[in-house]
């Protein structure tokens, strides 16, 4: 029993670190995605500065080719056509970092419902555990009520009372030495 005891002592223990562990990623999640919400309000602040820069590049290009088909002098385009390939490239980067810091959540939720998972496994376990001990203190305690029935069935057995004056006599005693009266 106390091997199954210290078993009991060490699945509790294990339950209440396993506890401890998961209510502290919950915590560290926690500002994490506060963090992530930060990240996300920079992100979509730095598209739409690319977005605006990206529609005033379009517009000055449309300018310079409208000219140019004006006036039939040929401009400089190539350092406006740059500045717009620089800046789709910023807008790609920008999805492709979101599209990790998305893979990267799913991975942290996955891993979250994993620990939450063992905790209410190893929890089930345990009240199992304790289930089955109290079953078996159950039939330990009908085991001994048993004996002491026994025990005193044995005792009542090996001993007589003497019918008139009611002390309680060795079973096959012929005479009561109390009242002298002659015992069947
Ligand atoms: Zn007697």
């Given at each position: 029993?106390s091997?199954?005891?210290?078993k009991?002592?060490?699945?509790g ?5 396993s ?17 992530d919400l930060?990240?996300?309000g ?8 690319l977005?605006?820069?990206q529609?005033?590049l379009?517009?000055?290009l449309?300018e310079?080719?409208?000219?140019e088909?004006v ?24 999805d ?6 998305l893979?990267?959540k799913?991975?942290?939720?996955e891993?979250?419902e ?8 190893a ?17 330990i305690?009908?085991?001994i009520e048993?004996?002491?029935e026994?025990v ?6 090996a ?7 009611g002390?309680?006599?060795p ?5 009561c030495p109390?009242?002298?009266v002659?015992?069947?």
């Amino acid at each position: 029993m106390s091997d199954f005891f210290d078993k009991l002592t060490k699945q509790g223990k294990a339950l209440w670190e396993s506890a401890v562990s998961t209510a502290s990623d919950l915590a560290e999640s926690a500002k994490e995605t506060a963090n992530d919400l930060i990240d996300q309000g920079k992100d979509k602040a730095e598209e739409l500065k690319l977005k605006g820069q990206q529609k005033d590049l379009f517009l000055k290009l449309g300018e310079l080719v409208f000219n140019e088909a004006v006036n039939g002098e040929e401009a400089d385009k190539e350092s406006v056509i740059e500045e717009l390939k620089d800046v789709a490239a910023s807008l790609l980067a920008l999805d492709e970092k979101r599209a990790a810091a998305l893979a990267a959540k799913e991975a942290v939720d996955e891993a979250e419902e994993a620990v939450e998972e063992t905790v209410e496994e190893a929890k089930e376990e345990l009240e199992e555990a304790v289930d089955d001990t109290v079953d078996t203190l159950g039939e330990i305690k009908d085991s001994i009520e048993e004996a002491i029935e026994s025990v005193e069935d044995k005792a009542e057995e090996a001993t007589i009372t003497c019918p008139v004056c009611g002390v309680v006599l060795p079973a096959g005693t012929k005479v009561c030495p109390v009242c002298g009266v002659e015992l069947g």
